[in-house]
């Protein structure tokens, strides 16, 4: 009886998909997604059961900037509608440039699915009192007020470019629909779930499901998205080669491998920032200590040499 294929979680940026320097066109998406999707397509082949996930922060910006546009002839959606959007149309392109690179290497058959993914939040988290999360178009100062009375949003100041609205960034609790993820990904399905972090929703009184104004971190989503299938691997695809301690100052010391005890000290001394590195090493450490046995961190250049070891940053169990 030949051993259970290996279970890989694997999370794109979503800014490896839109880079903040690229034209923006869906044709520039469809090319960066393509060139990820072949290691990723590579790897199916070679037995890995993956599992996928994806940010969507420049596309769901995206979406609100086409909000504030069209305000005055389509009602505007609210965001978690517009995550919604964004996972159809990024999970649409990812599935469909996977498929035919499966086809291409011999798997036609393969079945890729997107699930569009509510995850549990709770309206009671901490994060509702202090939103920090800065989302959509840029706003005059007068705009931003007239809005901020309207809808009742936290509008602030950004660097001097202008206000934008920031939106609170709750823990995930709970995948909705990881009963269906599962039974898919067991039956062979190569699944795309949990785009974005997922659409936040909390729980009523009655148990009624509602969809709520916020941002779920992607990485700590995927990572929660992991631990309930079992995953032992968890790659997160982001816009460095390797993590590193002193990023950014002369004495930079890029890691190869680390343990997760020594992330979590790293963290604790300030090098891994709430607003960059941060959640994506918290993610890697809940993940490992969930029972998780690797996490990878990389470029997606380097996905293949990373996965083989010879690039990108390796966090293992203590």
Not at 47 to 72: F, K, Q, T, Y
Not at 163 to 187: C, N, Q, T
Not at 245 to 273: C, I, K, N, S, V
Request: hydrophobic letters at 40%; proline letters at 6%; a neutral charge.
């Amino acid at each position: 009886m030949s051993a259970p294929a290996r279970r890989v979680f694997i999370t794109l940026g979503g800014n490896a998909i839109l880079p903040a320097r690229g034209t923006g066109t869906f044709e520039e998406q469809c090319a960066i997604t393509r060139a990820t999707m072949q290691p990723i397509a590579a790897l199916i082949r070679d037995g890995a059961r993956v599992v996928l996930s994806h940010g969507n922060g420049p596309i769901v910006g995206n979406i609100l900037i086409r909000n504030e546009a069209s305000r005055d002839q389509i009602p505007p959606m609210p965001l978690d509608v517009c995550g919604a959007d964004s996972q159809g149309g990024i999970g649409y392109m990812m599935q469909q440039l996977l498929q035919n690179e499966l086809k291409r290497l011999g798997l036609g058959d393969r079945t890729v699915v997107t699930a569009v993914t509510q995850v549990l939040v709770d309206e009671r988290d901490p994060a509702f009192r202090r939103p920090t999360k800065p989302i959509g178009p840029f706003y005059t100062q007068e705009r931003a007020r007239l809005l901020a009375r309207e809808k009742g949003w936290t509008v602030v100041e950004d660097s001097g470019r202008g206000y934008r609205r920031v939106v609170a960034s709750p823990r995930p609790l709970e995948v909705i629909e990881i009963g269906a993820i599962r039974e898919l990904v067991d039956s062979g399905a190569v699944v795309i779930a949990a785009g974005g972090g997922g659409i936040p929703v909390t729980r009523q009184w009655d148990g009624a499901l509602h969809g709520i104004e916020a941002v779920i971190d992607k990485d700590l989503a995927g990572s929660l998205l992991a631990r309930l299938l079992g995953c032992e691997q968890l790659v997160i695809i982001t816009g460095i080669d390797r993590v590193a301690l002193h990023y950014g100052r002369p004495e930079q010391r890029d890691l190869a491998e680390a343990t997760a005890d020594e992330m979590a000290r790293w963290m604790d001394e300030g090098h891994f920032p709430p607003g960059s590195m941060g959640p994506k090493i918290q993610s890697a450490i809940e993940f490992l200590r969930g029972g998780g046995r690797e996490v990878v961190i990389t470029s997606p250049g380097n996905l293949i040499e990373a996965l083989a070891g010879r690039q990108g940053t390796r966090i293992r169990r203590d």
